[in-house]
T-cell receptor
Framework: SQQGEEDPQALSIQEGENATMNCSYKTSINNLQWYRQNSGRGLVHLILIRSNEREKHSGRLRVTLDTSKKSSSLLITASRAADTASYFCATDVGAGNMLTFGGGTRLMVKP | NAGVMQNPRHLVRRRGQEARLRCSPMKGHSHVYWYRQLPEEGLKFMVYLQKENIIDESGMPKERFSAEFPKEGPSILRIQQVVRGDSAAYFC?????????????FGEGSRLTVL
C-alpha cells in the first residue's frame, strides 16, 4: 500500500478560487514534499516541509503539516488555468532521499 | 545546466523483446532513482542507485528487470522479455545526495508501449 494518499482524487474549480489538496501518510517521516505533474511531463518539485515545521509558504502555495495526524495539506490560492495539473505528495522516511508518492490529486482550473 | 535527461521518450516493443531506458542525471548528482507510473496513478519506486552500486531495489521485480549506474555513462533500466503489463511511463530522478535539500529532480520520462 502507498505511504501517501491524496484527497480528493480529482478537483475542478473556477479560476480565482482556492484549491486545497490533502495528503495522509502512515509512518514517521523526515520531510514531506509536494510535486506537480503536467499531462505527459515529468514531476516538478513545488515545496518541502520538514517534520519539525508546521507551515510553509511559497508564492501562492501554502503547505501545512500535522505529524500527530500524519497529514498535510497544499493550498493554492487565486488559482489560474495554468495550475491545471496533477499534484502529488511524497514522503521521505530517511532512506537516502528515497521518496514514496501518493496517488495524486488531479486539479482542473476552468478559465 | 541541463536537467535530468531520459531517452528514448517513447519506446514501442513487441512482447518478448527487450527494452533499455537510459537516464543521465543532473550534473553533479550521484544518486539516481527509477520510478514507474501507470496511467492516472502515482509513481511507484523501483530502484535507487549510486555510482556503481545498487542501494535499494526493493520496488523492482526480481525477474526480467535490472538496473545499473556505471562509473561512466548513464543509468540504464533494462526490461527483458517485455509483457503487456510493462507498458507504463518510467521516470528517472536524481539528487546530489550528501548536501542536497532532499528534493528530487525528475526527467520527462520514457513511455514504454508493449504490443
Amino acid at each position: 500500500s502507498q505511504q501517501g494518499e491524496e484527497d480528493p482524487q480529482a478537483l475542478s474549480i473556477q479560476e480565482g478560487e482556492n484549491a486545497t489538496m490533502n495528503c495522509s501518510y502512515k509512518t514517521s517521516i523526515n520531510n514531506l514534499q509536494w510535486y506537480r505533474q503536467n499531462s505527459g511531463r515529468g514531476l516538478v518539485h513545488l515545496i518541502l516541509i520538514r517534520s519539525n515545521e508546521r507551515e510553509k509558504h511559497s508564492g501562492r502555495l501554502r503547505v501545512t503539516l500535522d505529524t500527530s495526524k500524519k497529514s498535510s495539506s497544499l493550498l493554492i490560492t487565486a488559482s489560474r488555468a495554468a495550475d491545471t495539473a496533477s499534484y502529488f505528495c511524497a514522503t521521505d522516511v530517511g532512506a537516502g532521499n528515497m521518496l514514496t508518492f501518493g496517488g495524486g490529486t488531479r486539479l482542473m482550473v476552468k478559465p | 545546466n541541463a536537467g535530468v535527461m531520459q531517452n528514448p521518450r517513447h519506446l514501442v516493443r513487441r512482447r518478448g523483446q527487450e527494452a533499455r531506458l537510459r537516464c543521465s542525471p543532473m550534473k553533479g548528482h550521484s544518486h539516481v532513482y527509477w520510478y514507474r507510473q501507470l496511467p492516472e496513478e502515482g509513481l511507484k519506486f523501483m530502484v535507487y542507485l549510486q555510482k556503481e552500486n545498487i542501494i535499494d531495489e526493493s520496488g523492482m521485480p526480481k525477474e526480467r528487470f535490472s538496473a545499473e549506474f556505471p562509473k561512466e555513462g548513464p543509468s540504464i533500466l533494462r526490461i527483458q522479455q517485455v509483457v503487456r503489463g510493462d507498458s507504463a511511463a518510467y521516470f528517472c530522478a536524481s539528487s546530489p545526495g550528501v548536501g542536497g535539500t532532499g528534493e528530487l529532480f525528475f526527467g520527462e520520462g520514457s513511455r514504454l508501449t508493449v504490443l
